[in-house]
Structures are given as C-alpha cells and as structure tokens.
C-alpha cells in the first residue's frame, strides 16, 4: 500500500523537506501533498475572481479557494501530519486539525513542548506527538512497514 501524507501547517523552516527527504532515504511506500507554502501566492489565491475594496473580503475570497486544495487533500490522506511552530501562531494547522478530528483522519502533530498546553485539546485528538520531524520519519516507518 502507498500511504499518502498530508503536511500541514508551519511554513518558514525545512521541517517539510526534511520528512520527504529521511521517508525517500528510508524507501517507505508514501506520497506528499501539501497546502500552499508560498504565503504570497496563498494570500492572492483569490484574486484572480476580483479585486476587492477590503482585505477582509480579499482574505475570505482567498480562504475559500485554498480550501478547494486543501479540504481535498486532507479528505484524500490517509494520515496528515500538522505542524506549530514557534514563531507564529498557524491558526489554520489548528483548522487542519480540527477537520482532520471531524472526518476520523489520523494526524500527528507536531511542536515543541512548551506549546503542549494551549494545544491540549489537538494533541489530545492526535494519534502521535512528535517534537521532531525525525521523529515523525520514525513514526512513519513503523506505521508504513507493519
């Protein structure tokens, strides 16, 4: 079977390319989707159905066109993997989350531990916390080969 990961959520360091990287090293049987990480291109994803007078109205036309992308890839993987980091709050990782939690998808999630408190109730729907993406590779591994 080849699984197919969705990674959600922090998008200004590597952590991504790492798990695709140490997962292709590893020759695991898994795929990657992802949302939008170039945050211009998420933030204009709208634009093209026109211009708008308030950002409000700019940021909810382009809200709805990424969710065209990433509702169908979270409804399309078997396990997301979901990202917080520690420089920015990434509301929509907790989104992610919480959608992943409504439909029964499997994620883990993935932060340092000084963000265990406020996401108590995400990590608690989470079926893995992982504090490092080696950790998440390590996850994968076992899940993908058993």
């Known amino acids: 079977m080849n699984w197919n990961v969705y990674l959600s959520g922090e998008i200004h360091t590597a952590w991504r390319q790492q798990i695709v ?3 292709q090293q590893a020759q695991l049987p898994v795929e990657f989707t992802s949302a ?14 026109g211009e708008q007078d308030q950002a409000y109205w700019r940021d909810h036309q382009s809200a709805k066109v990424n969710a065209l992308r990433t509702r169908t890839l979270i409804q399309n993987c078997d396990v997301a993997v979901i990202r917080f980091g520690d ?6 990782a907790a989104f992610d989350a919480g ?13 340092s531990a000084d963000l ?6 995400v990590d608690a729907a989470a079926m ?5 993406p080696e950790q998440v590779v ?9």
């Open 128 to 132: 893995a916390w992982a504090q490092s």
């Open 21 to 23: 990287e140490a997962c």
């Open 36 to 49: 939008v990480t170039d945050h211009q291109a998420s933030d204009a994803a709208g634009d093209v159905l």
């Open 138 to 146: 390590e996850v994968l591994i076992y899940t993908t080969r058993r």
């Open 99 to 111: 959608y992943c939690a409504a439909l029964g998808k499997p994620y883990i999630t993935l932060h």
């Open 116 to 121: 265990t408190h406020p996401l108590k109730e």
């Open 87 to 92: 420089k920015y709050k990434q509301w929509n």
